[in-house]
């Protein structure tokens, strides 16, 4: 089945700075990449998500990129703010799959 | 829209109970998946209905269980519970395709499940 390993595990930045979460995955069949913001207590939050016929997507301070050849993805949020702080999941599908398998989550920390 | 929703959000159970969780999806949303999270494990995939059936399933023993009903909602049910079964159990909807691509999937608030 499918692996994902996320990297890295805790991740502290100064506010304004830019915070890069890496994945890699085993699968060479997914095709669906989503990012999930979780916040203390609270519910997993999609926040981008990219396929595999895309290479880059951005969202305002959010972006995504896709390199199918490594099989990894990343996410880069740039001028971070403390509300930025919280776990981030990435995930990757295959659509026969039909199911998300989830990296083990990056704690950002924002400081202000 | 209304998110998804689902109840109880809490639940204190001993060893050798049982539990039934419920999930009700986004309107128009059919398919419902459900996710075991806990610190040791993380996030984990244990079942998905589509139209009233089980699509897709976890590497989860037999003592879970769920269906799915006319209107989407779902229900997961967990038997002779174990202490390790405590953990937060989250439902997430999607539009979903009978045979395509796993569509974006929005999660419940979870059900926080504690076995003493």
């Known amino acids: 089945g499918e692996n994902v390993e996320q990297h890295p595990s805790t991740l502290s930045v100064q506010e304004g700075d830019s915070a890069v979460i890496k994945c890699t995955y085993s699968?060479?069949?997914?095709?669906?990449f989503p990012w999930y913001k979780q916040e203390l207590g609270k519910r997993p939050q999609l926040i981008i998500d990219?396929?595999?016929?895309?290479g880059e997507k951005k969202d305002q301070r959010i972006a995504v990129t896709l390199n199918k050849t490594a099989k990894h993805f990343s996410l880069h949020i740039t001028e971070t703010q403390p509300e930025d702080s919280a776990v981030y999941f990435c995930?990757?599908?295959?659509?026969?799959?039909?199911?998300?398998?989830f990296g083990s989550g990056t704690q950002l920390t924002v400081l202000p | 829209k209304a998110g998804v929703t689902q109840t109880p959000r809490y639940l204190i159970k001993t060893r050798g109970q049982q539990v039934t969780l419920s999930c009700s999806p986004i309107?128009?949303?059919?398919?419902v998946s459900w996710y075991q999270q806990t610190p040791g494990q993380g996030l984990q995939f244990l079942f998905e209905?589509?139209?009233?059936?089980?699509?897709n399933k976890g590497n989860f023993p037999g003592r879970f269980s769920g269906r799915q009903f006319s209107n989407s909602r779902s229900e997961m049910n967990v038997s002779t519970l174990e202490l390790g079964d405590s953990a937060l159990y989250l439902c997430?909807?999607?539009?979903?395709?009978?045979?395509?691509?796993?569509?974006?999937?929005?999660f419940g608030p979870g059900t926080r499940l504690t076995v003493l």
């Open positions: 997430a909807s999607s539009f979903g395709l009978a045979g395509g691509l796993l569509n974006e999937q929005f």
């Open positions: 699968d060479s069949a997914s095709n669906y």
């Open positions: 990219i396929r595999s016929n895309v």
């Open positions: 995930a990757a599908s295959h659509g026969s799959a039909r199911q998300l398998t």
């Open positions: 309107s128009g949303h059919r398919s």
């Open positions: 209905y589509f139209s009233e059936t089980q699509r």
